[in-house]
């Protein structure tokens, strides 16, 4: 029995043995770490995006929403991108008007003042009151704006002073 249990021990032996040398060898790879812990990776850290425009799909859109210019009647003025753009969103919101009833317009020119076209009718605002417009325009074709083009909310009539305080938004597809 001393011989069948000798026999049994070498032939397992033998099995694991032939098992252990015909594995395959496992190789150790070093790795290079390099400490990122102070460049900035390109992720956000909430839902708000810090910058001006953003590109989807090789689409760009820019956006603005910036307060107004007191003691002005074309309290803001937004430049478009420096390409032919659509201007899908122009909208202005009154917190405080001026200190008579004017009317609002929404426009577009070469330069800051310069509003040679109009992208609304006029629109009421009473005196001291607060209110929300959104351009729009027949026909469609003057959201079509040129590169480097003005946008503007101007203040018509009214005899007042002219100090709103408010905010504009517009946003921009590039063509």
Known sequence: ?????????????????????????????????????????????????????????GVQMYSTNIGFTKDTTTPRAIQSPAATSTLTLFAAKFDVSTTSATTVRFTRGTAPQATTTALSGQLALAANARGSFVASSTPEATFIVPPSNWVQVSLVGGSGTVSPVGTCVAQFTVL
């Open 1 to 57: 029995m001393n011989k069948l249990l000798v026999s049994g021990l070498a032939g397992a032996l033998l099995i694991s043995t032939i098992f252990w040398v015909t594995l395959p060898s496992k190789t150790v790879k070093t790795v290079e770490v390099k400490d990122v812990s102070s460049e900035a990776l390109g992720a956000l850290t909430g839902p708000d995006i810090p910058y001006q425009y953003i590109s989807v799909g």
